[in-house]
């Protein structure tokens, strides 16, 4: 029988204007889904501009220029209702979606649906199972006392997951940065960022993505006489009593690299704030 860690999945990953989801935009997100491990992957991309400041720092992680947006991204509103519809089918097809530090990607994109499309994530996956799987929260728990950084790149190389998805990037045309379909991965070598070469860090969100899905399925090998026993539910579950445990325990001070967001229990969206998103 075939293992939940070596069956399908989809991954979720977003390209940022900052690390506060309270308060900044999405510039790029994608959807990435893979049916049994070995096979190359299916592949959804999307471009935004946010139609606000893009910073420098920003920038220099993903490579997207605000120009570049201007010109190549979309509004934010079309977006944001596309990317939560598109996970809504996956929760549907039964497909654990993987999500490296869920309560920022997932409350980013919760908070972009209350301020472009006056609705939230909960709304848009109502009638359907939500089941996470958190690299981040996994490694934390399986491996707690571990020192050093857990980003993704430093849990990429704990693992010995290839950083292809991280350092290079899917096959992609114009086309298909700004009108989003369905496309099969297709590694490329990699590409300096910048204005002269934008394409290649304009998938970056995707590359992302892939490389937290290949973790999960790799923590899942690592520590198979663990995880063969849970569901994929049940993980979800677990894995929120394992956030706010870590949260509030002594891990916490050895997880500060984490990002923002790392002291709140709430797993895997947080609650709005008042006055939040605006």
Not at 157 to 175: F, I, R
Request: net charge negative; charged share 25%; aromatic share 6%.
């Amino acid at each position: 029988m075939t293992c939940w860690y070596e069956g399908p999945l989809a991954a979720f990953g977003t390209g940022t204007t900052g690390v506060d989801a309270e308060k900044d935009r999405i510039v790029s997100a994608a959807l990435i889904v893979q049916d049994t491990t070995g096979i190359r992957p299916r592949v959804r991309r999307w471009l935004v501009d946010p139609g606000v400041p893009v910073p420098p720092g920003a920038t220099e992680a993903h490579g997207l220029t605000e120009d570049f947006l201007h010109r190549n991204g979309r509004w934010p509103a079309p977006v944001v209702e596309e990317v939560s519809r598109a996970l809504a089918e996956q929760c549907k097809a039964g497909r654990p979606l993987v999500v490296m530090n869920a309560p920022f990607g997932l409350t980013l994109l919760d908070r972009e649906l209350r301020r472009h499309r006056a609705s939230s994530l909960c709304r848009r996956l109502e009638n359907v199972s939500l089941c996470v799987l958190d690299p981040l929260v996994l490694d934390r728990h399986l491996d707690r006392y571990r020192k050093g950084g857990r980003d993704l790149t430093e849990l990429c190389a704990q693992y010995a997951v290839g950083t292809d998805g991280v350092d290079g990037a899917p096959d992609v045309t114009d086309d298909e940065l700004t009108e989003p379909a369905w496309s099969t991965w297709s590694a490329l070598p990699p590409a300096p960022a910048g204005p002269s070469a934008p394409v290649a860090p304009a998938v970056l969100a995707a590359a992302s993505a892939l490389s937290a899905l290949e973790l999960v399925r790799a923590i899942g090998r690592r520590f198979a006489a663990r995880m063969e026993r849970l569901s994929p539910q049940e993980l979800h579950t677990l894995q929120a009593v394992w956030h706010a445990t870590q949260t509030r325990g002594p891990q916490a001070w050895f997880s500060r690299g984490a990002g923002e967001g790392a002291s709140d229990p709430a797993w895997p969206l947080r609650p709005e704030l008042p006055a939040a998103a605006v």
